[in-house]
């Protein structure tokens, strides 16, 4: 099994920024995919960012490409989630999660961190 565990999240002035962190421990692949996921209250948990396991590959929602990073450090099983420019709709709880590569279905995820960004 994986353990996720996030940190870095908090309150912050809109058009700040917020770095999040998420590592990764316990029986991992050679290989795993990350992304970042959130939830705000009243809605549905949406996609914010992946990254394959080489770094190589990046993917982001509309609503956050070309203000969040997303990048990973594989010598200590952590990926990141750089975020600038933020605006109070991005107020919600980020959660991490992992999955082989060779599966589609992310398969563990983190217990969240709280982000929130005042106007």
């Known amino acids: 099994q994986v353990q996720l565990v996030e940190s870095g999240g908090g309150l912050v002035q809109a058009g700040g920024s917020l770095r999040l962190s998420c590592a990764a421990s316990?029986?991992?692949?050679?290989?795993?995919?990350m992304g970042w996921f959130r939830q705000a209250p009243g809605k549905e948990r949406e996609f914010v960012a992946a990254?394959?396991?080489?770094?190589?590959?990046?993917y982001y929602a509309d609503s956050v490409k070309g203000r969040f990073t997303i990048s990973r450090d594989n010598a200590k099983n952590t990926v990141y989630l750089q975020m600038n420019s933020l605006k109070p709709e991005d107020t919600a709880v980020y959660y991490c999660a992992y999955r082989r590569t060779v599966v589609y279905e992310y398969e563990y995820w983190g217990q969240g961190t709280q982000v929130t960004v005042s106007s």
């Open positions: 316990g029986r991992t692949a050679s290989t795993y995919a």
């Open positions: 990254i394959n396991w080489s770094g190589a590959s990046t």
